[in-house]
């Protein structure tokens, strides 16, 4: 479903200096995902994890290489096609919840689904936010949440609009370690009967664990 050949990204932290001082943060990565498969993605901190989901996910443009999404080349994306892509095909999960404070949780949840032209029932909605232990904060405004349940809530807004692909940066790192395992679990049993595939960014080998492979990113090449 995802394959990634020889994906280059590198970025200049001192504005626009010479080529021969960017930092280069991936060099010449390649995967490949089956459809249906979860797969761990783990290595030192700045070694290019988040960079390369942001880059399959079309949020940053690549300087090279190719990443394929069910066929769609992602990095010959233009902005409108990317938009696109995010709505309907990925699925982000990142440790900033992202939640429209003006809109209640269950409006949260049910908005990014309509914007991909799919519109869960209440009921499905409510069978959801129950899984992943929010129903009760359903009718909350995101400031009311705390940070666990803005995660969750966070989480269902990615899985009610069921993305081909789930991208995840450390979905779990704000919580504590039981309510991560539960989280996780029910992301998995979620992401299967989705039929979606799963790339999860872990600094937890126990959590790693869990998923059908693990990957090791370091200084930008899968090790």
Same mark, same amino acid.
């Given at each position: 479903?995802?394959?990634? =050949?020889?994906?280059?990204?590198?970025?200049?932290?001192?504005?626009?200096?010479?080529?021969?001082? =960017?930092?280069?943060?991936?060099?010449?990565?390649?995967?490949?995902?089956?459809?249906?498969?979860?797969?761990?993605?783990?290595?030192?901190?700045?070694?290019?994890?988040?960079?390369?989901?942001?880059?399959?996910?079309?949020?940053?443009?690549?300087?090279?290489?190719?990443? *394929?999404?069910?066929?769609?080349?992602?990095?010959?994306?233009?902005?409108? *096609?990317? +938009?696109?892509?995010?709505?309907?095909?990925?699925?982000?999960?990142?440790?900033?919840?992202?939640?429209?404070?003006?809109?209640?949780?269950?409006?949260?949840?049910?908005?990014? +689904?309509?914007?991909?032209? =799919?519109?869960?029932?209440?009921?499905?909605?409510?069978?959801?936010?129950?899984?992943?232990?929010?129903?009760?904060?359903?009718?909350?405004?995101?400031?009311?949440?705390?940070?666990?349940?803005?995660?969750?809530?966070?989480?269902?807004?990615?899985? +009610?609009?069921?993305?081909?692909?789930?991208?995840?940066?450390?979905?779990?790192?704000?919580?504590?370690?039981?309510?991560?395992?539960?989280?996780?679990?029910?992301?998995?049993?979620?992401?299967?009967?989705?039929?979606?595939?799963?790339?999860?960014?872990?600094?937890?080998?126990?959590?790693?664990?869990?998923?059908? =492979?693990?990957?090791?990113?370091?200084?930008?090449?899968i090790a």
């Amino acid at each position: 479903m995802l394959k990634i =050949r020889d994906l280059r990204k590198s970025f200049d932290a001192a504005g626009d200096g010479p080529a021969e001082a =960017r930092l280069q943060v991936l060099d010449g990565v390649a995967l490949d995902l089956a459809e249906g498969e979860t797969l761990a993605l783990r290595g030192e901190s700045g070694s290019g994890k988040s960079t390369l989901l942001h880059v399959i996910g079309a949020l940053e443009p690549a300087d090279s290489g190719s990443v *394929q999404l069910d066929g769609i080349e992602v990095t010959a994306l233009n902005e409108p *096609q990317a +938009a696109r892509f995010r709505r309907t095909t990925v699925g982000l999960v990142f440790q900033q919840f992202n939640l429209i404070p003006s809109l209640s949780v269950a409006d949260n949840i049910a908005f990014h +689904a309509r914007l991909a032209g =799919r519109s869960p029932s209440p009921e499905a909605l409510a069978g959801l936010a129950e899984r992943l232990g929010i129903a009760a904060q359903l009718g909350k405004f995101p400031e009311a949440l705390s940070g666990g349940q803005q995660q969750r809530a966070a989480l269902a807004r990615t899985l +009610a609009a069921r993305p081909r692909l789930i991208l995840a940066d450390e979905p779990t790192g704000n919580l504590d370690e039981a309510t991560g395992d539960a989280v996780l679990t029910v992301m998995l049993e979620l992401t299967a009967e989705i039929g979606a595939g799963l790339l999860m960014v872990t600094h937890s080998s126990r959590l790693a664990a869990r998923l059908d =492979r693990e990957l090791v990113l370091s200084k930008g090449r899968i090790a």
